[in-house]
């Protein structure tokens, strides 16, 4: 079965099940899930954070992706690429020869190959933008898409972001991001909850 | 028949027989490709470049796309988004539920888009660079291996790029990258030939 034709409510007792089939993987947060094999990972729950290796600059940060989406490469195994567990997550691996044999997992895995391209051109525009201010709306307003969750005082995002998670999403420093947090704050347009995950009231 | 299927030297005549057939649309440098529908399309021969509005900044390049490959999105109609022949192109489009009929198509289609998720993220990975001589550096490496030809003096690049160009790529002003481009000219490290295509000599 897809992971796409699962019911968007996943129970306990369905999670354990596929477990035991070694159909899923679990990561813990903060966990490095080992890209040692091409194909395509998808997130059955939690958050991946996709990070490539720069020569001059150590790690930046390239992208999320959240429950149904993948990641990944079916062409090569990218070797400056790094996935890690912001949350606990379970993933499922699909190897390229057992894509080929499925058709309508090739086409499902389209879909969401074209989804995550759509996502990384999004990242594309948000950091070629000029002025770090630009920079970080966007990208608040690109998670706010992508993890948001309504509550009472405006949209939580589900995973807990740090400042410097954001800063090497937006090339800037902690400090820059720290203080445009400040102005956002204090004109009401952000704010942290009791988990310091942040809520997006614009 | 699908693109790829194709042998890599295509003469005049096949050419000729494909527009008659429709499956291919010309493009004349400088035309803008209309992405009414949503859909991917597969570039017979020349350059597409992508580019995405930002209501800030206007237009940033966000990639380009050489014969093969693929660009568009299965998932929706992306409206911030434009694609240009930066060369005369030849591109076939491929409708979704054309996909979907096709099995054989689907899978040439996934690789095709995988390959273009991870140019899309090497494009984040460069965007995010905090020196935009490393970005330009970064930017110049990955345009050699996408569309470097081998001349007697280096690399070639098959599309001309303007100053604007490669500005609008990497988040800065033409004036800087005319004071770059000058720096790696005194070092030997780039030249323009007669047609001021850029030639790459590292």
């Known amino acids: 079965m ?30 490095e899930i080992p890209l040692v094999n091409s194909g395509l990972w998808q997130v059955y729950q939690g958050v991946v954070q996709l990070n490539r290796f720069n020569q001059s600059q150590g790690e930046v940060v390239i992208g999320w992706v959240t429950p149904n989406h993948v990641f990944g490469s079916t062409v090569n195994n990218n070797s400056a690429y790094c996935a890690i567990a912001m949350t606990d997550v379970y993933v499922r691996h699909y190897q390229p020869k057992e894509i080929i044999r499925n058709p309508q997992l090739a086409r499902q895995l389209l879909s969401e190959l ?17 002025k770090v201010e630009d920079r970080l709306l966007g990208l608040l307003t690109m998670l706010k898409g992508e993890m948001g969750h309504p509550v009472a005082k405006g949209t939580r995002l589900t995973a807990r972001f740090t400042h410097q998670n954001i800063a090497d999403a937006i090339c800037t420093t902690r400090v820059t991001v720290t203080r445009v947090f400040g102005d956002l704050q204090n004109k009401g347009l952000l704010e942290f909850d009791s988990d310091r995950h942040l809520i997006i009231k614009f």
Chains 1, 2 share one sequence.
């Open 114 to 130: 074209s989804y995550r391209l759509v996502k990384s051109e999004q990242m594309v525009a948000i950091t070629s933008l000029r």
């Open 2 to 31: 897809l992971l796409s034709d699962r019911p968007a409510l996943n129970l306990q007792l369905e999670k354990k099940k596929y477990r035991e089939e070694q159909y899923l993987d679990l990561y813990q947060k903060g966990e």
